[in-house]
């Protein structure tokens, strides 16, 4: 029911942001680090390549460092 997916995934949530806050992020550094990753994502196109796997622009900017930059300043 959409009353069992919806306890399924917000047990996820719990799960994830208990792991976030166990490496040391805080609230407003787990909503940075979902923007991060949103706006690489948002970079991406809708074009599939051979392996159905979402092909990347040529300006395509990686969100490792940003994510790395995070994570040095917790």
Known sequence: ????????????KFVI???LGKMGLSPSA???AYEV???ANE?????LN???KVTKSADFVK???????LL???
Do not use: C, F, H, W
């Open 63 to 69: 969100p490792e460092p940003k994510l790395q930059q």
């Open 50 to 52: 051979a392996y159905g």
């Open 37 to 39: 990753v949103l706006q």
């Open 1 to 12: 029911t959409d009353v069992d997916r919806l306890d399924a995934l917000i047990d996820l």
């Open 43 to 47: 970079q991406k196109s809708a074009t």
């Open 72 to 74: 040095d300043e917790r």
């Open 30 to 32: 787990m909503v940075d």
């Open 17 to 19: 942001n208990g792991t």
